[in-house]
Structure formats: C-alpha cells, structure tokens
C-alpha cells in the first residue's frame, strides 16, 4: 500500500479515478469485500469496469448486516451489471467475538477471510477491501487481520480519503455518493457486553423505527444488555427529536429496548470508543 496522498489536495477526481483504475489493472482478478457502503461500492464498480467478469463483489451476510443494507447492495450490484455473490459468516458462533472486547474487529475480518480465502484461491484473485486513507487512523482492529490475510486496498493504495471517495463516486454518477456511513450492527453494543442476535435484533429495529420516523442518519446504541438504548441523532436535529420523544421511545422500546434515551452531545462515528480510553471520533 503507498497510500499517495501527498497530492490529494491537488488532483481532480477524474485524475484520481484514473490512478484508482490503474491500481485495479493491476491485479488478474479480485474479489471484492462489499457490504454496499459507498468505499466497497466505488471499488466494486471500477473493478467491474476494469476487469470484467474477472471481478466478484462478495457480501458477508450475518446478523450483524442490517437488511435494508444487504437489500441495497444487491440492488446496487444488480444496477450496474456487477457479478455479485452472497456468502455467510459465522462470527456469532466465536466466542472472541461474541465477547466484544476491544478487539472484536479482528475476529470478524477472521472470519470474513475464512469464507473469502477458498473463493479467491479458486480463481487466483486477490481479496480487496474498500478501507480508504482515514479508516487508517481510527480504532480498526479488523485491519490488522486483513494485513496478515494479504489482503489488497486499492484506495489507499490510489490515495483516495472520504472526500476523494465521494467526489469520485459522484463523478461516476454513483448513487452511493452522499450515502451515510453505515457501519456493522455490532459496532452499536458497548465493548463488554456480548453481541447475542437477539440485540442485534434489536438494534435494527429501533434503527429501522427511526428512519420510518424520518430520521435516516441515526445510531442506536445498546447498553445494559440490551436494556438500555441510547439515540444518537446529528446535532441539527435533536432540538426536533425533543419535540418527537414521545414517537422515538414508542418505537426503541416496540423494538425490545426497556429504556431510551437521547444521546444530547449528537451523533458521531465511533462513539463506542470512549470504552475503551480511545478518543471520539469526529463527525463522519
């Protein structure tokens, strides 16, 4: 990975699309870990472009996936022609996992890499992620498995951040350009506290309540086991979400949760880190 990102400020995402395809021409074949995000979703479209039929967008599918994402991933990968495969993964069944400690990332990515490794040896190809340059600075476990896989990541390797990811994704006409981050169900459970499917449950559908609400970027976190469910909602519309408690909690504690509370410092990324003695992350 040379991460080239010495020339971010100044290059164009035409330019940067063009670095990105010449990264992906490189490999013979590559599967692509895609969980229909806008990352693995840009990847997978100019891998698509690139290598044809020599490229495979493959979908961890387990109940730490939301449906509404797994639903948008195939329709996605139907949309633009890629060849797309559904595979599931079988974190639940680890105890390191389940057990949610700081390093539960790890252990998925182990997971994900003993589904996908059989696949690629099959046809020769590398796996790709879709980490980009920013994932490289913030609490991520699971990269440390993808290094000792031998795993690939073309947009670190083209220099491509967020921003880069966007404007290139949205020179593509991509429909995943403005999509919020949506991370995995289990990022949601306080470090500590084991990830059952049952809080899993859960969390999707308080998530799920919400967005019908018309609150599409939102974080249920669990605490307690599952008791507690703590809202976070942007900044922008939390004096709203006062005016609606009512409505929120009617519909966090349809979903199993026995209390709600709205989280009055907002939604941010990784907020779950503070657990751990980590910084917060910042707004994504």
Same mark, same amino acid.
């Given at each position: 990975m040379d991460g080239r990102g010495d020339d971010r400020a100044t290059r164009t995402p035409? /330019?940067?699309? *063009?670095?990105? +395809?010449? +990264? @992906?021409?490189? *490999?013979?074949?590559?599967? =692509?870990a895609f969980s229909g995000g806008v990352d693995s979703a840009l990847v997978a479209a100019v891998a698509h472009e690139v290598l044809g039929a020599r490229a495979l967008a493959v979908t961890a599918v387990s109940?730490?996936? &939301?449906?509404? *994402? +797994?639903? #948008? #991933?195939? $329709?996605?990968? /139907?949309?633009?022609?890629? #060849?797309?495969? *559904? =595979?599931? !993964?079988?974190?639940? !069944? /680890? &105890?390191?996992?389940?057990?949610?400690?700081?390093? +539960?990332?790890y252990h998925c990515k182990s997971a994900l890499f003993d589904v996908l490794e059989p696949l690629a040896a099959l046809s020769g190809a590398a796996v790709a992620l879709g980490t980009n340059l920013d994932d490289l600075g913030d609490h991520r476990p699971g990269l440390r498995a993808a290094g000792e896989r031998g795993a690939v990541a073309p947009l670190v390797d083209a220099g491509m951040g967020k921003i880069e990811v966007r404007a290139v994704s949205a020179a593509l006409g991509l429909e995943t350009t403005a999509k919020p981050a949506a991370a995995c169900l289990s990022s949601r459970v306080a470090y500590g506290e084991p990830v059952t499917r049952e809080v899993l449950g859960r969390i999707e559908a308080a998530e799920d309540g919400l967005h019908g609400l018309g609150f599409p970027v939102c974080r249920v976190r669990s605490h307690a086991n599952g008791t507690v469910a703590r809202v976070e @909602?942007?900044?922008?519309?939390? $004096?709203?979400?006062?005016?609606r408690r009512t409505e929120i909690d009617t519909v966090v504690r349809a979903a199993g949760f026995e209390f709600c509370a709205l989280d009055l410092q907002g939604f941010r990324s990784g907020r779950m880190n503070v657990l751990l003695g980590l910084p917060r992350a910042g707004v994504r």
């Open positions: 035409e /330019r940067t699309l *063009e670095d990105l +395809r010449a +990264r @992906l021409a490189a *490999e013979s074949a590559l599967l =692509v109940a730490s996936l &939301p449906g509404a *994402e +797994r639903r #948008a #991933a195939a $329709e996605f990968a /139907r949309r633009h022609g890629i #060849a797309h495969v *559904e =595979v599931c !993964t079988d974190e639940l !069944t /680890r &105890p390191e996992y389940v057990a949610n400690r700081g390093d +539960r990332c @909602l942007p900044e922008e519309e939390l $004096e709203t979400a006062a005016g």
